[in-house]
Nanobody
């Protein structure tokens, strides 16, 4: 089992910046990658950014060039640096970790989420 704790959400004006952090604990040796998703009221959960523990990153088109995902290797902590924030970035941001198993299945773990609100 993996436990995830997010921090860093809050209220910011459009054009501002925020940094989200997600700390993993538990069976961290099994984690293959981590990432961030977000869900706005009335909308589906969507991918924001992911990073494999091999260092490969992936971003949603809507955040490319504005958000950067990074990882502290020793601490199994992932950060999401968000810049040039827009009101449409307002959502609950959820941390995600996954482990790819020997039988080609995948376990997925979720944090509780941290709210990001961008005012216009």
């Amino acid at each position: 089992q993996v436990q995830l704790v997010e921090s860093g959400g809050g209220l910011v004006q459009a054009g501002g910046s925020l940094r989200l952090s997600c700390a993993a604990s538990g069976s961290i040796f099994s984690i293959s990658g981590m990432g961030w998703y977000r869900q706005a009221p009335g909308k589906k959960r969507e991918l924001v950014a992911t990073i494999s523990f091999g260092g490969i990153t992936n971003y949603a088109d809507s955040v490319k060039g504005r958000f950067t995902i990074s990882r502290e290797t020793a601490k199994t902590t992932v950060h999401l640096q968000m810049s040039s924030l827009k009101p449409e970035d307002t959502a609950d941001y959820l941390c995600n970790a996954y482990e790819d198993l020997w039988d080609n299945t995948r376990n997925v773990y979720w944090g509780q989420g941290t709210q990001v609100t961008v005012s216009s």
